[in-house]
């Protein structure tokens, strides 16, 4: 995907400073993911090749929206998760111990889904496992 460089910082008038042409870099392998998709979905390209430029910036913001939306939903079900059972909360309060107050939350919100992606990601290959036969 491609990404702009941080808008120049305004001015003292309050007022953007004069902007430079922002940088976008280019992923070869994004890019090729892109134009197959392309390919293989020619009438959705016409019709986002057909919005007006608004609709199609205004689509992109909510995306990315959505994305946050998404990112705290997780977040607050995995600290209800730990939350809820006493002994974890206190391990994970252990964890966190030596952070600064206003860094625990997060931190233990970010400890929690890393566990939660590692136990999924665990019982999927036992589960996989079963199913090919294979005794774990």
Do not use: C, H
Request: charged share 30%; no cysteine; net charge positive.
């Amino acid at each position: 995907m491609s990404k702009m460089k941080p808008p120049a910082p305004p001015s003292a008038g309050g007022n953007a400073a004069p902007a430079e042409q922002p940088t976008f870099r280019s992923n070869p392998e994004v890019d090729a993911k892109i134009d197959a998709y392309i390919k293989e979905n020619p009438k959705y390209w016409s019709y986002v090749q057909a919005m007006p430029r608004e609709r199609l910036e205004r689509t992109v913001v909510l995306n990315e929206v959505r994305e946050l939306d998404r990112q705290q939903r997780i977040r607050e079900g995995v600290l209800k998760q730990i939350n809820r059972d006493p002994e974890l909360k206190r391990a994970y309060d252990l964890l966190v111990k030596d952070l600064p107050e206003d860094q625990k939350e997060t931190v233990i919100a970010q400890i929690g889904r890393t566990a939660r992606r590692a136990v999924a990601r665990v019982q999927g290959q036992q589960q996989q496992q079963k199913a090919e036969g294979v005794t774990v």
